[in-house]
């Protein structure tokens, strides 16, 4: 997944799935279908934010308001409308992922678009219902997501034929809304100050800027076919290369900005902060010198694949939403 292929390779016909005649087939299509690193990152997300919202309540000595729906009706929210707008992209894209993400369950055949637009369908009314029995805050963070996703894939708007567009879009949703919303959805849970605290505007801009590389890094394998179907990436514009020194430029500045920040915002271990992120950053240039580019094989001297790259990309992603939380309960 995620490599070119060759758009004259034809793939084996694949055996169209049922829930009820192929059940664990149909699920592990679903799953792959779901975008797992996606479904991962929306999770830890949400807890993550939770905890963060947590921690204020203790420098507050507000009494929290706690019942078993404060988490777990805005992970089913998120989760469903996460499913919605990974899979309205792959209806959108089946042509493209044909070339560039053959195994995807409709690009494999596995899926019919119909079976994809029940999914879909299902998914996004799921999530506005569990939002709309949160608050005011949860409902619009749902909402605008659904709509800018919806807006990232669909004619004739479709954004992410557009590299600015594109990565504001996900560096929007990511960044702002899913951080911000569920701050003041739990704030509100919580009975805490409707106010944004610099713990949680540094986790934004980190997550904002993240947003950014995850994007650019999202496009360099994909090249081949955004390139038959007039999408306009980064890479396409610049080559794989240069947009990959740029990325790696990028994520560099995302970890020094939080190193320089936490040591003037209150409530952040920030000796913590610099342990991990230093680690985390001296980790990240040492695998990125050892990457082979899509269009190459590994080697001796380059072992990891480009997959394999991204996914520890999404892996630093992911681990962001446990690391700060917990600097914020050590400070």
């Excluded at 009820?20 to 299509?29: G, I």
């Amino acid at each position: 997944m995620g490599q070119s292929v060759s758009p004259q390779a034809t793939p084996a016909p694949v055996q169209q799935l049922s829930l009820f005649r192929t059940p664990l087939p149909w699920l592990a299509a679903f799953w792959k279908f779901s975008r797992p690193h996606t479904i991962i990152g929306t999770s830890l997300s949400v807890i993550g934010v939770f905890v963060i919202s947590w921690t204020v309540v203790q420098d507050s000595g507000v009494t929290p308001a706690l019942n078993p729906f404060s988490l777990v009706l805005p992970l089913l929210a998120c989760l469903a409308g996460n499913v919605y707008i990974v899979g309205l992209n792959q209806i959108e894209d089946v042509e493209i992922d044909r070339i560039n993400k053959p195994a995807l369950p409709i690009a494999s055949g596995e899926f019919s678009s119909g079976n994809a637009w029940s999914i879909i369908v299902f998914a996004a009314s799921l999530s506005i219902l569990l939002a709309a029995l949160g608050n005011w805050y949860l409902l619009a963070t749902i909402l605008l997501s659904l709509m800018i996703g919806t807006a990232y894939s669909v004619p004739p708007v479709r954004l992410k034929r557009f590299p600015f567009w594109a990565s504001v879009c996900i560096l929007t949703v990511r960044g702002g809304i899913v951080n911000l919303g569920l701050f003041l959805h739990y704030s509100h849970q919580l009975r805490l100050p409707l106010a944004i605290p610099a713990r949680m505007w540094a986790l934004t801009a980190f997550v904002l800027v993240f947003s950014i590389v995850i994007a650019i890094f999202k496009d360099i394998p994909d090249i081949e076919g955004d390139r038959r179907f007039n999408i306009t990436t980064f890479t396409v514009q610049l080559g794989q290369a240069r947009v990959y020194q740029v990325a790696r430029l990028v994520l560099t500045l995302c970890y020094v900005g939080m190193m320089a920040a936490v040591p003037l915002i209150p409530g952040i271990n920030w000796l913590f902060i610099w342990l991990t992120h230093s680690t985390l950053l001296g980790w990240f240039w040492w695998r990125s010198y050892r990457v082979a580019m899509p269009n190459q094989a590994a080697s001796a001297d380059l072992p990891l694949t480009f997959t394999n790259f991204y996914q520890f990309i999404w892996q630093l992603f992911f681990l962001e939403y446990v690391l700060y939380p917990i600097a914020c309960l050590l400070g």
